[in-house]
């Protein structure tokens, strides 16, 4: 039994797909329309700048009550997210609102590249040469996005 | 540019939607502490998950949200236009995955509606009315737990007219976040999740039928 997609994920997809944000595109797959397709270029003014980053979202059954499932597949050096491309930010975990929308989730993401925070970090070791060496992590971070985020 | 207009109808448009469903608001209910308003049935589904509100993250008085009443609701309200057709993944062609996109109106948001901004400004009802005339209308009921009938919100219940129409023995809503199945050879309703043993039933009555039934309220706003 096929079970219908909501409407407001249609509406999300409209909008997403005629309004896209500055520097983000999502587009659902074209087998599943749960599943997106996402790219974001590395904020200027931040050791991701001339990079885009591939990432993949989900949404579950539950979407909107609960969270999408958000996961970079690009490699990243950055202190909040891990080696498998999972992320650490609180609106996807406990502070999910099903206010917060597919556009809110990505602009966060884009914010969190502009402001790392390596006092939540999920990947420690990222995080913990980002507070001693913050000049080593950016350089390391900037070699990362030559090497592995050149569309 | 953007006109003073323009400006004007996406205020309006803003204040109308829902947060969560983003849809026209439904039977919109404000939560009592922060007066954040949403449709009753997504705010029911956010208070039964014990969420806080959407917007300020204030609490939400679960009772008053399960008690809530309006004394002047119109039982026979028409569904908000702005409604689009759910897309439906195709079961019998082989690819189960495959998703058939309909052709919609895409932005029914953009194109100016005169007679819906002058209705903003009086009550909700009156919107729906002006922006959504009810063409020769059958409603879906569900038996309420103890006796008598309640009708499914408008939106569920076109979606449940489609399946019904399109002659599926079975299909799958979500009310108040929770999904549904509503089995139309048994006439039954039942949580998918808990199972059959919580069935209700429903049942499609023309508007005649409608007046005869002494129908409580609708998907659990009562009068």
């Known amino acids: 039994m096929a079970g219908a997609l909501p409407r407001r994920i249609i509406k999300e997809t409209q909008r997403l797909l005629a309004d896209p944000v500055p520097g983000i595109s999502a587009n659902p797959d074209e087998s599943n329309a749960r599943y997106f397709h996402v790219m974001i270029a590395g904020p200027d003014e931040s050791p991701f700048a001339g990079g885009v980053f591939k990432l993949e979202l989900f949404l579950p059954e539950e979407y909107p009550m609960a969270a999408p499932k958000v996961r970079f597949m690009t490699k990243i050096y950055h202190p909040n997210i891990d080696k498998l491309g999972r992320i650490c930010l609180d609106i996807l975990k406990d502070k999910w609102s099903p206010a917060l929308q597919i556009r809110t989730v990505l602009l966060s993401i884009q914010a969190l590249l502009s402001a790392p925070n390596p006092e939540d970090p999920l990947a420690t070791d990222v995080a913990e040469q980002w507070k001693t060496n913050e000049a080593e992590a950016i350089k390391t971070a900037k070699q990362w996005t030559l090497a592995y985020a050149q569309a | 540019m953007t006109s003073q207009r323009t400006i004007l109808r996406m205020n309006e448009q803003i204040d109308r939607q829902c947060p969560i469903c983003q849809c026209d608001m439904l039977l919109p209910v404000p939560i009592p502490a922060c007066n954040h308003t949403f449709c009753y049935p997504c705010l ?22 399960v008690r ?124 998918k999740d808990k199972g059959i043993n919580m069935k209700r039933n429903i049942r499609r009555v023309t508007s005649a039928e409608f007046d005869s039934l002494h129908v409580k309220g609708i998907a659990g706003v009562s009068k």
């Open chain 2, 44 to 65: 029911k589904g956010v208070s039964m998950q014990n969420m806080d509100c959407p917007i300020c993250r204030g609490p939400i008085d679960h009772d008053s949200i």
């Open chain 2, 68 to 191: 809530y009443k309006q004394p002047n609701i119109d039982l026979k309200m028409p569904c908000p236009l702005d409604s689009p057709q759910p897309i439906r993944t195709r079961p019998n062609n082989g690819d189960a995955n495959q998703v058939v996109v309909k052709d919609e109106p895409i932005d029914e948001d953009v194109k100016p509606d005169i007679n819906a901004l002058r209705a903003g400004t009086s009550n909700n009802a009156a919107v729906a009315q002006n922006v959504a005339p009810p063409p020769a209308q059958n409603y879906w009921l569900y038996q309420g737990r103890s006796r008598g009938w309640w009708r499914f919100d408008p939106r569920t219940e076109k979606d449940i007219e489609e399946a019904s129409s399109n002659n599926m023995p079975i299909t799958e809503v979500v009310i108040c976040g929770s999904r549904y199945i509503i089995d139309f050879s048994n006439s039954i309703q039942y949580p």
